[in-house]
């Protein structure tokens, strides 16, 4: 069973960094992409950031970038998402997600199409 959950959450303010975790069972995160997505309140989700293929090319969204790291310790099975400088705009709950197995050589064509998704952690920026 394919488990995904997400940890670091909190309220900070604007400037201020957090780092989440998403720490996976049932999967091993060097052969699923995975990625985060968030969802504010009123809003559609929307991909932050993903890892697009096997050698670990990026992608972010316009307003993460520069901000924003995704990162993955496969020892450890987990992914990281480090979010620096976080703005009034950046709160959301922040889901992880992945998909696969994949084979050898893949790549993403986009950030989407997740098929395992974690419960959500809410992330608050307010001064």
């Known amino acids: 069973q394919v488990q995904l959950v997400e940890s670091g959450g909190g309220s900070v303010q604007p400037g201020e960094s957090l780092r989440l975790s998403c720490a996976a069972s049932?999967?091993?995160?060097?052969?699923?992409?995975v990625g985060w997505f968030r969802q504010a309140p009123g809003k559609e989700r929307e991909a932050v950031s993903c890892f697009m293929r096997y050698n670990g090319a990026t992608f972010y969204q316009d307003s993460v970038k520069d901000r924003f790291a995704i990162s993955k310790n496969t020892v450890k099975n987990t992914v990281y998402l480090d979010m620096n400088n976080l703005k009034p705009e950046d709160p959301a709950v922040y889901y992880c997600?992945?998909?696969?197995?994949?084979?050898?050589?893949?790549?993403?064509?986009?950030?989407?199409?997740?098929?395992?998704w974690g419960k959500g952690i809410l992330v608050n920026v307010s001064s």
């Open positions: 049932g999967i091993t995160v060097n052969h699923y992409a």
């Open positions: 997600a992945a998909m696969g197995p994949l084979g050898t050589g893949w790549t993403l064509t986009r950030c989407a199409d997740m098929e395992y």
